[in-house]
């Protein structure tokens, strides 16, 4: 069978979207639980066809990361399947009336939440997200338009083929979620330029991804971009609290968009904090300033462009600093608006780091690790948003609605 | 005194911006009480800065209608100062939750509306946009970068120094509000692209000045597209409300996008409608399809663009129709997604179509000209967005927030 080229696709998909917009909450709701049901069914097919792209990662000489980020066993494929019944069990977003009012003219005014429409996803090596991805959009009445990568070609085929055969047994149209065969670069470009068929396009991938975005895309974006997430040490911290939280954070799971890059520490507390973390955490390799290295001679000197990287390894970046106030100018001046927590016991201290650090995501005394959709909450998620538009964070089911403005009258004209 | 480069107003909005963010509700509510008494104090000089502009345009052979949008008297002077008090009383939308959990863990997590940040908005000879687009960015926290037309550059910069000394008088900084005085080409495709200063940019202008940001914007972008407006009146309709609101529609201000462009009828209605609408309105010219010649000869043949086309005069296309659903159909190919209305008694078929129609706004015996930030009780507004994302319809307040996650915490980790 030939691959279908993009246009065909776009022309199924445009179909398909007000099909899928018009379907009740029953319906949306059951198509995601037989979709599950399909994912489990077809648990050998998936595994099959994710060997064959494992297989072409290491003859390629894929790095050990990028092979694990590929890999499913049968606990990721249950745990897709158990994401989209968490996503179906979720309260339906389509129609909503978030506000409802009258004129004294008479005029009764609606703002309801309907859904986007179609939403592109480009994505590199994560089958996983085929599947979230596809259950957000059908959960919230939109069609889901993918573009993943070449080197998980045939995971995301048989993901797609599972969800599709799913979605059949319900009675929606299979065209609710449509892969883009064709991965080469110049239709990556293309799919970007679809403005007529994209009501948003989502990136998830590294630098290279974004800045194609920035220099080709046509429709209207929202990144997910970088995470150089800060974590700060305040001077009135319980630095037993800042390790377990740092350590945390730092190592779970280095290779994540929120894991701390970064550390800032006050300089009253900084030579107990160092010494407390090169016990805890000596696999870290740790990148300061003049001022950290003169504190702790295993630290190694930083370059300015150290202090704004998202390592995504046993890395991290060290800076001192005076003040809460000289903290929060550091980030400002480093961080990508991902998520930026602060360790103290001060109240006020707190509540002026949460509120002057501008970034999709504050904590106080917790973890950047819980900035993630399903830690908070959203079922799953299509990414995290960097930017200040239309959604910031954990990107769930609300990121994937629009309004619509109703006007019921009586035939009222304007004077 | 030598014009200010774009970098040097840059930097000024910049140092500004995280001021202006975190001043009190107070502050920026009497920051405009105080820009509309200076307002008020400075009509003379804004008058007569605006004849200068007005001089000017007409030198340059401008029409009536580019002169008409361009003046400014006594009245509209107070309307801009009212404007701005109408703001000042409106909600503060600055650190609303507008949601609060705490999870099993015990983290709290709110969702609080913040300030996008700096708003920056390109528009054509309309000085009033000036008053209004600022009243709307300080109110909410936010900095107004404004880039108008050359044909106003008079009559805006004597509008922004008599709002930047309000400003002064009220102890907010002067920078709350900044104007791009350079006003060449080149200086507009460098405006577009200023991403690390930029976080929205909202365009209100023409079909040029919206390919030229197609083209060369790199910041994010909220479209204040055409109004291609249909009203379908159906063949349930109330005709005598139907012309009401049709004469209301395209005849009371013609050049502005929520006036009716498109009118769509059910045939069993058509030729009564259309003897109407001679009557009432025969200074209009109707250009139709075959079917609506054929009922009417006075009617002119339609292009197959005039179905799409904004006309913003006393010009309307006009369709005929077998069904409420050919009437979706007509306006899912024609229409900008602005403003669609529907004219019945049956409120089966009323629903339908308000829920089948993709538009930021639908009405049901109802003039499109209400749909307007004003008259829907948003004070006044920066635009009225015909995307999607982030904002659709008219744009008040809520329009200028984004949002931020904050997670207060007792040292939790990820586990």
Not at 26 to 32: D, E, G, K, P, S
Not at 353 to 382: I, P
């Amino acid at each position: 069978m030939s691959t279908p080229s993009l246009d065909d696709v776009a022309h199924r998909v445009q179909r398909a979207a007000p099909l899928v917009a018009a379907l009740s909450d029953a319906q949306r709701r059951n198509a995601l639980v037989q979709a599950a049901a399909s994912i489990r069914r077809h648990e050998a097919a998936i595994l099959a066809a994710n060997e064959q792209d494992q297989e072409s990662a290491a003859a390629e000489g894929a790095s050990p990361t990028v092979v694990d980020r590929l890999r499913l066993d049968a606990n990721r494929i249950e745990s897709m399947a158990q994401g989209l019944e968490t996503v179906a069990a979720l309260p339906d977003p389509v129609g909503v009336i978030v506000e409802q009012r009258t004129l004294a003219n008479g005029l009764a005014i609606e703002r309801v939440q309907v859904p986007l429409g179609i939403v592109g996803v480009i994505y590199e090596n994560r089958p996983n997200v085929t599947c979230d991805v596809a259950g957000l959009c059908v959960r919230s009445g939109n069609v889901a338009f993918l573009r993943g990568s070449s080197g998980a070609l045939h995971s995301n085929k048989a993901i797609v083929a599972a969800l599709q055969e799913g979605f059949s047994d319900a009675g929606i149209p299979v065209d609710a979620v449509a892969l883009v065969e064709d991965v080469s670069h110049e239709n990556a470009i293309a799919f970007m330029q679809l403005t007529d068929v994209l009501d948003v396009l989502i990136p998830r991938g590294g630098p290279r991804l974004i800045r194609s975005m920035r220099e080709h895309a046509t429709v209207p974006i929202i990144l997910d971009g970088d995470g150089n997430c800060h974590i700060y040490i305040d001077e009135f911290a319980d630095l037993e609290m800042a390790t377990t939280i740092v350590v945390n954070a730092k190592t779970q799971r280095p290779g994540v968009c929120n894991a701390m890059e970064s550390l800032v520490l006050h300089e009253s507390i900084a030579g107990e904090m160092l010494d407390m973390l090169s016990r805890t955490m000596p696999e870290v390799r740790l990148l300061g300033d003049e001022r950290a290295i003169a504190l702790d001679h295993r630290i190694e000197a930083a370059t300015v462009d150290d202090f704004s990287t998202e390592f995504l390894d046993l890395v991290a970046s060290v800076a001192l600093v005076d003040s809460v106030h000289d903290a929060i100018d550091h980030i400002a001046r480093h961080g990508s608006g991902h998520s930026e927590a602060i360790i103290t016991r001060d109240q006020e201290t707190a509540e002026l780091f949460l509120s002057r650090v501008d970034a999709a995501a504050v904590l106080w005394n917790a973890s950047t690790r819980f900035v993630d959709g399903g830690e908070l909450g959203l079922g799953s998620e299509v990414g995290i948003s960097t930017q200040k538009l239309h959604a910031r964070g954990p990107m769930g089911l609300a990121a994937l609605m629009s309004i619509k403005w109703v006007i019921r009258g009586e035939g009222q004209i304007r004077s």
